[in-house]
């Protein structure tokens, strides 16, 4: 059966401006997507293209609970998270991406072309999935628990298997009813024992690889990927075939 790819929007593929990422979230998923993104952007570059523009949202300060599973450092815990990664990241890079140190709005916040859901919380999750005045820029959402994880690449308003490029929302419909676990971990160790140490790299990395393979070709490749690692398995999520193929 063939799973064809789905072409990236043409505006992901122009080198007028660079693109626009909104990161939401700069946590455990979220941090190590940011150093992904910094290689991305480097990527681009050295191919010829202008690169992103990036601008992440997250109203959380590092805590010492944060050093080992997240990517900060010691000197900056009492840091806004969104501001540490970005004053990093401008400092040593020369870069001019943005930092919001509050919670994304989905009604009123601008989403760029890539908007990136990388929260613990599915509220957050649930209110871009629910906004309708969003528009349709790709949604790019990571989500995991101890040891699991998965990465759903697709349009905001494609909201069902049979659409385009399918969301998170398509994939797992019981997303907009769960509920979150808010519990706040107090130590590096509670941490590591509620999520595995390596699930975040393992999910950032599998996103990053799709983007980079998606602009690399002008093709989005797969739909996503879903990730195990206490069994090592890692399996690309196709599209649906469309019409035509059948």
Known sequence: ??????????????????????????????????DGLMRLHQGLVALGGIGLNVTVYDDDEVSPSNIVRQRFWPHEIGMNKADALVQRTNMLMGTTWRSVPRRFNPGNDNTGSLLVTAVDNVATRQAVAREEAIGNPLWLD???????????????????????????????????????????????????????????SA????????????????????????????????????????????
């Open 203 to 246: 999910v950032a990395g599998a996103a990053i690889n799709l983007l980079w393979q998606a602009f690399r070709t002008a093709q989005i490749p797969f739909n996503g990927v879903m990730i195990d690692l206490a069994s090592g398995h890692t399996q690309s999520i196709p599209f649906m075939p469309v019409a035509e193929d059948a």
């Open 1 to 34: 059966m063939n799973h064809p790819s789905r072409p990236l929007p043409f505006h992901f593929t122009t080198q007028e401006r660079p693109l626009e990422v909104v990161l939401v979230g700069a946590g455990g998923n979220g941090s190590e997507f940011f």
């Open 142 to 200: 990571m989500g995991c628990d101890r040891t699991q994880g998965q990465v759903i690449l697709g349009a905001h308003r494609d909201d069902r298997l049979t659409d385009e490029i399918p969301n998170v929302v398509a994939h797992f419909p019981d997303l907009l009813e769960a509920e979150d676990d808010d519990r706040p971990s107090c130590s590096a160790a509670e941490s590591i024992r509620r999520q595995d140490l390596m699930i975040n």
